[in-house]
């Protein structure tokens, strides 16, 4: 875990009393070449593996499941994200990315295990890094790819409320919302305000705002929640949707956009949720910067960096990632239940790393180091920061 190259398995060659015999370079470096091959069949094998591996997992985790006791009031949560992923070098369907990169664009899917653990991917979509941010057939994709991970999913049928998929305002279009609702899926999925919203905003009578909870669920000063549904043009949107707004004060150094007003920072999200007050659903749809943890906690496990030169070949190291992260999401889940280091995160330490405390041997068995005390074995946190991500 936290390899760069296909070289640094040499860090578990190292030890073989813990991981035995570890396979040679050139064996992995063939057999990647082997299943790079026909990269849909691998793909196709290695998903169907992992959703049975998940099946059984989660049927011994009971309670602790992620799945456990869903309903539409407290749906199973999916979140959907992308990330950058830097090519410092030439390699296949490596191209400038919008933040002035040069790489690829993955879109990811992850289910939340709430604020009780950390969570695990279900789907890894390698896309070239000019992939569009808002491009709806890839998040189709990645959520009916997401889908067929869960335990009972059934090929062609409805999931329904009770699974969420969350997102950022780049699944705020209409085919994917719309394909949301066509699944019967709840959602809550961060939506883009028009030019005129300072206008809008005064049409709100100042005892419909409510006031924003905080990670903690305590009321937040300065933060603010109101529906907006009634006064938006929502023509070609499901006629179930709601847009619910936020306003608050801005950060130190925070600037402001042409649909902020009164000087407060406003963002949206859309929902099909009729349950639950506006505060609970706003912080509900802000816990999806967690998202960001579960991609950080990739990245730590190998995710960083591309290894090979041929797409497929980095296709099949994208799944090879996702397995690692399962693996340890599963034993926090089957093995550190109800105890703080469930939420740890790995500290991808490759070669020459040297954590101030030594792993535990379930950690070292995963080849990673979780220790809460080092600067990136750090916890992962319940909710995030007080920063909205909408």
């Not at 009164?262 to 609970?280: E, I, M, Y």
């Amino acid at each position: 875990m936290g390899g760069d190259c296909l070289a640094d398995i040499a860090l578990l060659r190292a030890e073989s009393g813990v991981y035995g015999r570890v396979a040679s370079d050139p064996t992995v470096s063939r057999t990647i070449d082997a299943l790079a091959a026909d990269a849909s069949a691998a793909l196709k094998a290695i998903n169907t593996a992992r959703a049975t591996a998940r099946a059984a997992v989660w049927a011994l985790a009971g309670e602790h499941a992620p799945d456990h006791a869903a309903d539409a009031a407290a749906p199973l949560t999916i979140d959907i994200d992308a990330t950058l992923i830097t090519a410092h070098s030439e390699k296949e369907q490596a191209a400038p990315t919008f933040k002035r990169g040069f790489g690829h664009h993955p879109l990811c899917a992850f289910v939340d295990h709430g604020p009780e653990g950390g969570g695990e991917p279900l789907a890894v979509l390698l896309r070239a890094g000019n992939a569009g941010s808002n491009t709806a057939a890839d998040h189709i994709t990645v959520a009916r790819a997401a889908l067929a991970q869960l335990p009972g999913h059934r090929p062609g049928g409805r999931p329904g409320r009770k699974i969420l998929i969350r997102t950022d305002g780049a699944g705020a279009t209409h085919a994917f919302v719309a394909w949301c609702h066509g699944q019967r899926l709840s959602y809550s999925i961060g939506f883009g305000l028009p030019d005129n919203t300072p206008q809008l905003l005064k049409q709100v009578p100042a005892e419909a705002w409510t006031p924003a909870y905080d990670a903690h669920d305590q009321v937040r000063d300065g933060a603010w929640v109101a529906e907006l549904t009634g006064l938006l043009d929502l023509t070609g949107w499901p006629p179930v949707m709601r847009v619910i707004a936020r306003k608050e004060r801005p950060h130190p150094a925070a600037q402001l956009r042409i649909t902020d007003a009164d000087g407060l920072r406003v963002t949206a999200f859309a929902t099909d949720s009729t349950r639950g007050q506006l505060p609970d659903l706003e912080l509900r749809h802000r816990r999806r910067a967690r998202a960001e943890d579960r991609i950080r906690c990739a990245k730590d496990t190998g995710l960083t960096n591309l290894p090979l030169h041929d797409f497929a070949q980095n296709q099949i190291s994208c799944a090879i990632v996702a397995l690692a992260c399962e693996l340890t999401a599963w034993m926090q889940m089957l093995a550190l239940t109800d105890t703080d280091a469930r939420r740890w995160e790995p500290n991808g330490c490759g070669p020459g790393c040297s954590p101030s405390r030594p792993p535990s041997l379930a950690a070292d068995a995963a080849g990673c180091c979780t220790s809460p005390s080092t600067t990136r074995g750090r916890p992962s946190s319940a909710t995030p920061s007080s920063g909205y991500a909408p």
